[in-house]
């Protein structure tokens, strides 16, 4: 079990490097922050996360879950970090529904190419897989529709932080995978809630 000082340190760390990156915009809003999660966190974090044998996209209430990774969650969902999205992505989060969820199966389905619901505000993506030497299942930022027009190619490394912003403009996709890819999703959604249920779930 870590030790509340060396968990303080942890998340102040955190914190202070995701207010540090810059943010890209072109063509649409997002960042990327490899190593947001230290080896140490991530090996411990990564033996808690969810045992997932089916492809789909979990409410993380569903399963239980051990106190760091639990305390990983609460920091994540917290004013401070709020306050740092809000300003940094231009957007009001206040009144959205937040929608916190895991993954830990890829299927063939996965990875078509979409922008997301017109009603999700903010995606943030955080992975917990080994480091990632496949071809395939590498997170796309698109300019179309087509999977090849990818300008940005994300692999899925443990550890690494996905933020963007939802757009007409911000397609995303992966060369499908089958297996395990875990990530961990919190999604910021507009309100009323429940028109959003019948298309939640989501790829990444």
Do not use: C
Not at 54 to 78: C, Q, W
Not at 185 to 198: H, T, V, Y
Request: hydrophobic share 40%.
């Amino acid at each position: 079990m870590i030790q509340p000082m060396a968990a303080l340190r942890a998340h102040s760390r955190r914190l202070k490097i995701l207010a540090a990156e810059a943010i890209s915009s072109d063509p649409f809003l997002y960042l990327v922050l490899p190593g947001f999660l230290a080896s140490t966190e991530l090996k411990r974090l990564k033996k808690t996360f969810p045992r997932i044998v089916a492809r789909g996209d979990y409410p993380v209430k569903l399963f239980k879950i051990n106190h760091e990774m639990e305390e990983l969650i609460t920091e994540l969902k917290s004013k401070r970090y709020t306050r740092i999205l809000e300003s940094k992505f231009g957007v009001k989060l206040k009144g959205t529904k937040l929608r916190v969820s895991v993954r830990g199966w890829s299927g063939k389905e996965d990875g078509s190419i979409h922008t997301d619901h017109p009603q999700k505000v903010l995606t943030m993506l955080l992975y917990f897989n080994s480091q990632w030497r496949k071809r395939i299942g590498k997170l796309r930022f698109l300019t179309s529709k087509n999977i090849d027009d990818f300008f940005l190619e994300i692999p899925p490394h443990g550890g690494t932080l996905v933020i963007f912003k939802r757009s007409d403009r911000s397609f995303h996709g992966y060369l499908p995978h089958v297996g395990r890819r875990l990530v961990l999703q919190l999604a910021w959604i507009k309100q009323p809630f429940r028109q959003f249920r019948g298309a939640v779930d989501n790829y990444f």
